[in-house]
Each structure stands twice: as structure tokens, then as C-alpha cells.
């Protein structure tokens, strides 16, 4: 590395739309509620420095519901099932601040919507990720399911004799070739098929960028929670084009040996990133490149 280090920032790189609301819901809610506890329910993000900072103003993480009582909580971004919602909803003087992105919000009402209708509702996405398990909780439980490949899309309903009526969505950071291909899968039913494309190209975009960068830069730093499932996929897609790529939590985690004979270093960071460990990092890039 020399004194001319290029570094280039992923434009896509840092806080989604939905992560930076939540965030900004969980900063502001000490000044409007002054004197009241506040509960995350879950971390508000997969990122621990944003966590700890949070912490520190008196929003504080609880993964146990009977821990609450009268004060505020937090939904986080990828939102709650619907029978927990109507639970703290049950918990007297408690004020529940709702961050659960628009996006998903609107992917739980389609799942509701569709069901009432009598639709089999399929959702693309992981069976165990939260995000999901507040979906199916809002369709009927006999008429909802969840897959992950074509190939669990069930016989019947290309054999069944009354035509079928389907409703196809997926969790919000599903690939969308993979989502393509299960709506191609499902096109030949008899019978009725309604496609709603509740993909968020947050997700997309980042990835697209990363081997785009990753393509052209000597070495690539990807910034985020060890936890995140986001950003650890940018990391794996950045070492498909660039084998000098590496997971960074923090400015502190860089190792000068990174860099030697490296003109170009690219930075991207996961959507649970907040811009300050962005910049700290180029800073502390900078010191590096200065001295050597
Ligand atoms: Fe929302 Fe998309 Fe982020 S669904 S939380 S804006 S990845």
C-alpha cells in the first residue's frame, strides 16, 4: 500500500431504508419517552456496536416478553408474528413503537389479505428466520406454507381436479431469480395463480455492487455484525472475485499485512451497518496508508 491509496465506498454500502428507520425510531425514543424503560424485543440489528450505543441512552435488548410491563418497546424491522403483536398489545401501560419496515409490513398484509380470500398462500423464504415466521402467522395455518426450492411446490396442486387458487410472495430478501423460477414452476396449475413480487432490492443492489467492486479492486473490506446474515453473504459473494476480501467488525479489526502491494481497496457494508464504522474505517485506513 502506498501513499496514494484509492479507496472506493460502495454507493449502496450501510443502513437499508428499513434498518434506518428502525434505528432512528430507537434513538429518538428515550427523548419521548423520558423516564420509561425501553425494550428492544430482539436486537433492533444484527450489529452489536449499534446494540451496545443504544444501550448506553437506556434502550436495552430483551428477548423475554414476560420481562416486559408498563414502558415502551421496540418492533424491530423484520417485524413479529401476529399473536405476539396481540399479546403485548394485552401488557397494561405499555406503548409499543412499531419498526417493522414498510416493506415487510406490506408483504404480512398481502399473506392476510390473500388467506381471508381462501387462497393457498406460498412464501418463498428461510423457515426459521423471524421475518418468515411473522408471515405465515398471518395466513390461515392450514392454507400457508413456506418453501425454499421449486421442487417442494406439492404434486396436488397440479393434480387436484377443483382448480387451484395460489397467492405466491416471498420474504423480502429472497433472490429474485430464485423467486422466478418457483413463479415459472407454478405457471402450468389449473387454475388460478397471483404473484406478488415483495422482494426488496436492498439486498440485490448491495450484492450487485460488491462483485461489481470486488471485480476491480486489489482488496475488498466488507463491514458489519459477525451476526449478520447480509453481510456475511456479501463477504462470500466479494471472495468469489476477489480472494483478498475481509470481514471487518470494526476499524480495529484491520491487519496492515492486508494491504501490501494493494493500489485499491473497495468498501461495502452490510444493511445493518451504520455509517459512523464506515467512515472510522476509511479514517483509520488513511492512518495506515499515510505512514507507510
Ligand atoms: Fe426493509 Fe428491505 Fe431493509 S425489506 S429492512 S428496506 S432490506
Given amino acids: 500500500m502506498g501513499k496514494n491509496l484509492t479507496i472506493i465506498i460502495a454507493e449502496t454500502a450501510g443502513f437499508c431504508f428499513g434498518v434506518k428507520r428502525a434505528v432512528n425510531l430507537a434513538n429518538r425514543a428515550p427523548e419521548r419517552y423520558p423516564d420509561q424503560p425501553i425494550r428492544t424485543l430482539g436486537p433492533i440489528i444484527h450489529n452489536p456496536q449499534v446494540v451496545e450505543q443504544l444501550a448506553a441512552r437506556g434502550v436495552i435488548k430483551t428477548d423475554d416478553i414476560a420481562e416486559l410491563g408498563p414502558g415502551v418497546v421496540i418492533i424491530r424491522s423484520h417485524g413479529i408474528t401476529r399473536q405476539l403483536a396481540a399479546r403485548l398489545e394485552k401488557i397494561p401501560g405499555l406503548t409499543i413503537i412499531n ?5 415487510v409490513r406490506r408483504a404480512q398484509e398481502i399473506v392476510a389479505k390473500m388467506s381471508e380470500r381462501g387462497y393457498e398462500v406460498i412464501i418463498i423464504g428461510e423457515p426459521d428466520h423471524p ?10 395455518p392450514e392454507r400457508t406454507r413456506v418453501i425454499t426450492t421449486a421442487k417442494e411446490i406439492p404434486e396436488r396442486f397440479f393434480q387436484q381436479k377443483k382448480p387451484a387458487r395460489i397467492a405466491l410472495l416471498a420474504q423480502t430478501t429472497q433472490p429474485q431469480e430464485l423467486y422466478n423460477e418457483i413463479a415459472g ?20 443492489d448491495r450484492q450487485s455492487e460488491v462483485l461489481e467492486l470486488a471485480g476491480r479492486c486489489d482488496c475488498m473490506l466488507i463491514i458489519g455484525g459477525r451476526n449478520s446474515a447480509n453481510t456475511n453473504r456479501l463477504h462470500q459473494l466479494s471472495l468469489t472475485r476477489q480472494p483478498r476480501s475481509y470481514h471487518i467488525e470494526t476499524a480495529r479489526d484491520l491487519r496492515p499485512e492486508w494491504f501490501a502491494g494493494v493500489d485499491t481497496v473497495g468498501i461495502s457494508a452490510g444493511a445493518s451497518t451504520p455509517q459512523w464504522l ?3 474505517t476509511v479514517t483509520a485506513l488513511q492512518k495506515l496508508a499515510s505512514r507507510s
Fill in 278 to 280: 464506515i467512515d472510522e
Fill in 99 to 103: 419498526a417493522t419496515c414498510p416493506f
Fill in 185 to 204: 414452476a407454478l405457471l402450468p396449475i389449473k387454475g388460478e395463480l397471483r404473484c406478488f413480487n415483495t422482494i426488496c432490492t436492498a439486498t440485490s
Fill in 131 to 140: 421475518e418468515v415466521a411473522g408471515l405465515i402467522s398471518y395466513g390461515e
